[in-house]
């Protein structure tokens, strides 16, 4: 299972981390580093989560509770640091011990800090407070000797960091409209692995939330639950698909991708509406840009028409109206590949077969 990183920052932290307590504390075996990802061993272990969900159904267990409070006493006594978000879904629970993941968010505070902000997640999560959850709450504030006083303060803080969150609402659009002439046939309607890559990728804006979802191309490339929107101005390109679809979109942002490339992973495009900003933010992989891969404001469909009035234009050409900025992508090159050609495409298909016989979770 490969883990790719947002920034280089993060990965050092994990990485030094992995290093120190690898061999000391329960933690998913890792595989390979190179920078800005770590290759881990897949675990097909539950997280606490979904522990804390089945207890609901099945009745109230000390045992993984338990076994997560020694866990962090013990990752505090190595290396002093722990996690503060409380996130039950950073831990793994194989039915005898707890594994941590995540380790890239780790700060230096003491177990008591980190049980209280477990426990104050766990009694929030739906339904909030019931007998399971405070329970479970109760026992590790026990074992790490959390006042209430601080739980009900982690919980505050928990509100007001949730309460500062302002999830921004994308559309989403896939560029579909080309000749497909290198290919020799539709590309949008290639399948992969049992798919198209139509489907792919609005399995990817769907994976992300998004619910307005436009296709740029002909009326036969409607999928449910999308809209297929024409060129205003026929024949201009990927720009001119691009301008039709910000014109109809519902929403300030669009998140873009074109249709032959189906590998993006959607953690990467995840990041990316993290981390975009106004006007255009593309994904860039060392010093390779890929305008077909971005966030673009939906406000540029009126900028975008003088550029294409007479006549075709690269999607490059925006720099020249608006803010153009990237996300810098640290996942493998591989995963970027375009299908514009049958041998693209082809490569595309050995490398999900060489993941499959691997046992490698597609991220895709």
Request: glycine content about 8%.
């Amino acid at each position: 299972m490969e883990k790719h990183f947002s920034s280089l920052e993060d990965w050092r932290r994990e990485d030094a981390l992995y290093a120190l307590l690898g061999d000391l504390l329960p933690l998913p075996e890792l595989l390979e580093r190179r920078p800005g990802c770590l290759t881990l061993a897949f675990c097909p272990a539950p997280t606490l989560l979904a522990v804390l969900e089945e207890q609901e159904r099945s009745g109230f267990s000390p045992v993984p509770w338990r076994a997560l409070a020694a866990w962090l006493r013990r990752c505090g006594a190595l290396c002093g640091q722990l996690p503060l978000d409380g996130n039950l879904r950073n831990f793994l629970w194989d039915g005898q011990q707890v594994l941590g993941l995540d380790l890239e968010s780790f700060r230096a505070v003491s177990p008591a800090e980190c049980g209280a902000a477990v426990a104050a997640a766990l009694l929030t999560y739906k339904p909030a407070d019931t007998a399971v959850k405070r329970a479970a709450a109760a026992l590790l504030a026990a074992e790490l000797e959390i006042s209430d006083h601080a739980i009900a303060a982690a919980r505050e803080a928990l509100a007001a960091r949730r309460s500062e969150r302002r999830p921004r609402a994308f559309s989403g659009v896939v560029l579909a409209g080309g000749m497909s002439r290198r290919m020799g046939r539709s590309k949008p309607e290639l399948l992969l692995r049992g798919k198209t890559l139509l489907q792919w990728q609005v399995e990817k804006l769907r994976s992300l939330g998004i619910a307005d979802i436009l296709i740029s191309g002909s009326q036969g490339l409607w999928l449910p639950g999308t809209r297929t929107v024409p060129d205003i101005l026929p024949q201009r390109g990927p720009l001119g698909g691009l301008h039709a679809c910000l014109d109809q979109a519902e929403n300030s942002r669009c998140v873009v991708l074109g249709v032959d490339t189906p590998l993006v992973p959607v953690n990467a495009l995840a990041q990316l509406c993290r981390s975009c900003k106004d006007g255009v933010t593309v994904l860039r992989r060392g010093e390779k840009e890929e305008p077909l891969i971005g966030v673009y404001a939906s406000s540029l469909a009126a900028k975008i028409y003088p550029l294409i009035q007479n006549g075709g234009a690269p999607v490059r050409s925006l720099r020249t109206v608006g803010g153009w900025d990237f996300f810098d992508y640290l996942g493998p090159a591989e995963y970027l590949r375009n299908c514009n050609t049958p041998e693209n495409f082809q490569a595309v298909e050995g490398l999900l077969e060489t993941y499959a016989e691997k046992g490698v979770p597609p991220c895709f």
